[in-house]
């Protein structure tokens, strides 16, 4: 970047107004949910105290006028990772937008490069969910290596496709197409004295769930305690449905679905470490058939998990598979990288676990469910 009027600095609450109206061609929806968004994902993130965000000042009195003084953003999603014991802290960037007026003139490539400037050695990784075509040939540029594709498996039957198709057909937000959300505790769902359907988290239940099992073989597990919990799902863009299993009127598992622009896509964000009871929660869902298609991310997935969804009926391709894999994301990889300057061969490595193989990984989406 060679104009050195553009100034890197750290985002500040103060800004979130401007950088509300640079993300929007992310984000779907009104300013005052893009301004939750940021305060939520940046300002509220509980594992760091200030926002890990930057924003470039464009301080030009002879700019057209129009063009906010704010004209580049770059977030940055903290979240706790545990490996053999080792606990370590990973940053995600996201939300990377440019003011169309300073596009292609290397002020993401500096963005990324600051931030990384700012915390040598306290984040050991990097990693990012949701790279688009427009921000990957900067993160490759950067020295991220592409971890896994970003395919999902899928659950649909031939009625399923067919409300999915018809809720797509009359628009989302159609009042005539129910959706798991409206049916949340009511008794239209189909009983079960086993299972409960909330629109609210359980926090504590869900860290003690969500703590690792035996026999579970992933080596870099997003550690989900309760204070992740009470963030996580605070997310203003999405709209989440909580099942509970209960044994003697106790917890025993959950799963979370996040809802789609459509509402009978139902996508698997979540789910405890009991695979027992994660089964038996997904064949409910299917069972009450009330998402047309339920999908679940492929890379985050540990075997057992991939491989009892298969004998339910789940795979990559079929109708569903393609409406859902063939999307303008389809081909667009998870990547990874060391926080290091230059990486050297063991950066790659963490406790001797090879970051660039995903078996390695347990990851669950998080940012990347909503936008
Ligand atoms: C993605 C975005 C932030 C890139 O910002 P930018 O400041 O223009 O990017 P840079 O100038 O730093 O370019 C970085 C690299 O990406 C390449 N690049 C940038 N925009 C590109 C595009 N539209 N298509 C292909 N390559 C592109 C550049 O050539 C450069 O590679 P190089 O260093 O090998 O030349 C900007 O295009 C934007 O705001 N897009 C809309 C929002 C968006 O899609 N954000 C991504 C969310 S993950």
């Known amino acids: 970047m060679d104009d050195s009027r553009y100034q890197v600095r750290a985002y500040r609450p103060e800004d979130r107004r401007a950088v509300a109206d640079l993300v929007e061609c992310l984000y779907h929806g009104e300013a005052s949910r893009r301004l939750a968004t940021l305060r939520w994902k940046y300002e509220s993130n509980p594992y760091v105290s200030s926002p890990p965000a930057c924003v470039v000042d464009y301080p030009d009195r002879s700019a057209p006028r129009g063009i906010p003084p704010v004209v580049g953003f770059l977030g940055l999603t903290v979240m706790r990772f545990a490996c053999e014991g080792q606990q370590l802290l990973v940053r995600s960037p996201g939300d990377a937008a440019v003011h169309p007026d300073h596009r292609r003139r290397g002020i993401l490539t500096e963005m990324t490069r600051w931030s990384r400037r700012q915390v040598q050695g306290s984040f050991p990784l990097y990693l990012t969910t949701t790279a688009n075509r427009q921000s990957l040939p900067a993160a490759l540029g950067a020295g991220y290596f592409p971890l896994a594709s970003g395919v999902s498996l899928c659950h649909s039957t031939a009625s399923g496709l067919e409300r999915y198709l018809l809720a797509k057909r009359r628009g989302q937000g159609s009042s005539e197409t129910r959706t798991l959300?409206?049916?949340?505790?009511?008794?239209?769902?189909?009983?079960?004295?086993?299972?409960?359907?909330?629109?609210?988290?359980?926090?504590?239940?869900?860290?003690?769930?969500?703590?690792?099992?035996?026999?579970?073989?992933?080596?870099?597990?997003?550690?989900?305690?309760?204070?992740?919990?009470?963030?996580?799902?605070?997310?203003?863009?999405?709209?989440?449905?909580?099942?509970?299993?209960?044994?003697?009127?106790?917890?025993?598992?959950?799963?979370?679905?996040?809802?789609?622009?459509?509402?009978?896509?139902?996508?698997?964000?979540?789910?405890?470490?009991?695979?027992?009871?994660?089964?038996?929660?997904?064949r409910y869902v299917i069972r009450s058939r009330l998402a047309g298609i339920l999908s679940v991310p492929l890379w985050g997935l540990d075997c057992e998990l991939a491989s009892n969804l298969t004998k339910l009926g789940f795979g990559q391709g079929g109708p569903a598979g393609w409406l859902v894999n063939h999307g303008p994301r389809h081909d667009l990889p998870i990547l990874v990288r060391p926080g290091s300057e230059l990486p050297v061969a063991e950066d790659w490595f963490v406790d001797g676990v090879d970051v660039r193989h995903p078996g390695n990984w347990c990851l669950k989406p998080i940012v990347s469910d909503a936008a």
């Open 181 to 282: 959300l409206d049916l949340c505790g009511s008794d239209k769902l189909p009983h079960s004295e086993a299972i409960r359907v909330e629109q609210a988290p359980r926090p504590d239940a869900m860290a003690a769930l969500a703590a690792d099992h035996p026999g579970t073989a992933k080596r870099i597990r997003l550690v989900q305690d309760t204070a992740f919990f009470q963030w996580r799902y605070g997310n203003p863009l999405g709209k989440y449905v909580f099942l509970f299993q209960e044994a003697r009127g106790r917890p025993v598992g959950y799963l979370v679905l996040g809802l789609g622009r459509n509402p009978q896509r139902a996508h698997i964000l979540d789910y405890g470490a009991d695979p027992e009871a994660t089964l038996s929660l997904v």
